[in-house]
């Protein structure tokens, strides 16, 4: 087995996945170290895969995702031969340290997750490193606890009150902040399907805790019946499927909003039917246009000097890039991956990113924060109320990483305060119909792509067949790029029908055949 920290990780079938877990553990203590012992994750997950896959992803000690000069050395690690090669390496990016090497872990509800958090612990006291396991957390969880150890500047553990029950605190009261300068008190009715996954738990908690403000109803919401995780539902079905979760195929009630988390609640999209059951998809573009829409209005409104940029990937449907330049918001594609994007974001006051199938977050930097900690004396009601509003999103969304409950409650955040339902949502553009495909291929590592994965450059001569199909439809666009979390290749291709769509999807499938 031959290991790439790919998209997300090392991810493949669970049984596989010793090596990586081994080589991660050791690159998070060797990390933390060369951080004079700052906090550093390791998330044992495979997010939306099948249940039979498993993954390995660490957390930089900045609660964002591993850097890349990292990720090199953990490939290495994973992809020793023996332990007398695996002990040469970690003798080689050992920093001479007198600090405490201190890691954090937490898993998914995988079958197959106990055993393989088991091993990451005897790894980590093998390495004497200290080491806190959250047990079942949500990958945003464990990506906001790690920001938050490191915040505090002696690196400690907080346990009183624990880091979890700071994560609802912090996410409850700023959701109840905002709800209260709501003009209209309305408490939405919101359906989640939690793909049976570890995102289930803390769900439970939030609907709880949150019942005066917001009805939350979960489905699929078992996160022990382990063979119905992302198995008909969950966010990316719904968004490769464009339909609902199977079992709730001609059972959603007309006009209401409903929503979809992935295996570790690190996406969402929502979506809706009319009244003839037409299905209407409220995809990652479409949170991010809602959110930057509202912060531009709020930033006018504080007429502070705060630029707003917004990060997506080519998987963005067309209208949704048209509608943001005629928004005035600069615009710019990255690489899939959250890294990728989140990377990109960093370069604004406020930096919104989403990947098309609902995994992002809203970056507001600390030069923006200090502004609106600081603004001028002399200022009126509306820039003071703009200012508060900007303040209340800034503690509501997760600033370590794209996490489903945050993006949850700023998307009923923004809906309630615009006063604008799903259909109003939906009517700020329209789609351009596309499709994308999953194919399997001998080999995904011949699909070398260029221009943020929107060409291919190997192999060679198959991206002038592709433009050459391209060009025989109305609007048409169409990549291919080798998948870093799935064994297989993907194909994205939009027009402007369905029909055409679908033709381009199938005919560009058919080169690769
Ligand atoms: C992961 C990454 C996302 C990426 C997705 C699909 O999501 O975090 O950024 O969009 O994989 O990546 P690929 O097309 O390379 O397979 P998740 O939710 O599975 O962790």
């Not at 509608?323 to 006051?349: Q, S």
């Not at 924060?369 to 509306?382: C, F, I, M, Q």
Request: glycine share 6%.
């Amino acid at each position: 087995m031959k290991f790439s920290y790919g998209t997300a990780g090392f991810r493949t079938e669970a049984s596989l996945l010793d090596a990586a877990i081994i080589g991660s553990t050791a690159a998070a203590a060797l990390r933390s170290l060369e951080l004079r012992g700052k906090t550093v994750g390791v998330i044992i997950t495979a997010s939306h895969n099948p249940v039979s896959d498993n993954g390995v992803k660490v957390i930089d000690a900045d609660g964002g995702m591993l850097s890349m000069d990292w990720e090199e050395k953990c490939t290495k690690l994973a992809n020793v031969t023996s332990k007398s090669e695996l002990e040469l390496l970690i003798k080689e990016y050992l920093v001479p340290s007198t600090f405490q090497p201190t890691v954090v872990i937490g898993m998914d509800t995988r079958p197959s997750s106990p055993r393989l958090s088991e091993l990451s612990k005897v790894i980590l006291d093998e390495l004497s490193t200290a080491y806190k396991d959250y047990g079942f957390v949500t990958t945003p969880q464990l990506h906001w606890i790690v920001k938050l150890i490191n915040q505090n500047s002696s690196y400690s553990i907080p346990s009183n009150p624990p880091p979890l029950v700071l994560y609802y605190d912090s996410l409850c009261n700023a959701y109840a902040n905002i709800f209260s300068s709501f003009t209209v008190l309305h408490r939405p009715t919101l359906t989640v399907d939690c793909a049976n996954g570890v995102g289930s738990l803390p769900l439970k908690e939030l609907s709880k805790r949150l019942k005066d403000y917001i009805n939350i109803r979960l489905i699929n919401n078992d996160p022990c019946t382990s063979k119905y995780l992302n198995n008909g539902c969950g966010a990316d079905h719904v968004k490769t499927t464009q339909s609902p979760p199977v079992n709730l195929v001609d059972k959603m009630v007309p006009n209401q909003l409903y929503a979809s988390v992935d295996g570790d609640a690190d996406r969402i999209i929502f979506y809706f039917t009319e009244k003839e059951k037409k299905f209407h998809l409220l995809d990652g573009d479409r949170i991010s246009i809602l959110l930057v829409s509202f912060l531009k209005i709020l930033v006018q409104k504080s007429r502070l000097p705060l630029s707003i940029g917004v990060i997506q990937t080519a998987y963005a449907n067309g209208s949704s890039t048209a509608y943001l330049k005629n928004l005035g918001v600069l615009t710019i594609c990255t690489k899939t991956g959250v890294k990728h994007l989140h990377h990109e974001a960093k370069n604004f006051d406020i930096g919104v990113y989403f990947e098309a199938n609902g995994h992002g977050t809203v970056l507001f930097s600390q030069g923006c924060l200090h502004k609106l900690w600081n603004p001028p004396t002399e200022k009126s009601d509306t820039e003071t109320s703009a200012i508060v509003a900007l303040l209340q999103l800034s503690q509501l969304i997760n600033q370590a990483i794209g996490d489903a409950l945050s993006d949850l409650l700023a998307v009923l955040s923004v809906l309630g305060s615009l006063l604008c339902d799903a259909k109003g949502w939906l009517s700020m553009y329209d789609d351009l119909p596309n499709k994308l495909v999953k194919v399997k291929v001998a080999d995904r590592s011949v699909f070398v792509t260029t221009d943020a994965e929107r060409r291919l450059v190997k192999p060679v001569g198959l991206q002038e067949k592709i433009d050459d199909l391209v060009s025989q439809y109305e609007n048409g666009r169409s990549f291919v790029r080798a998948s870093g979390t799935e064994d297989a290749v993907r194909v994205y291709a939009e027009a402007k029908t369905k029909k055409a769509a679908e033709e381009l999807s199938a005919k560009v499938c058919g080169l690769l055949q």
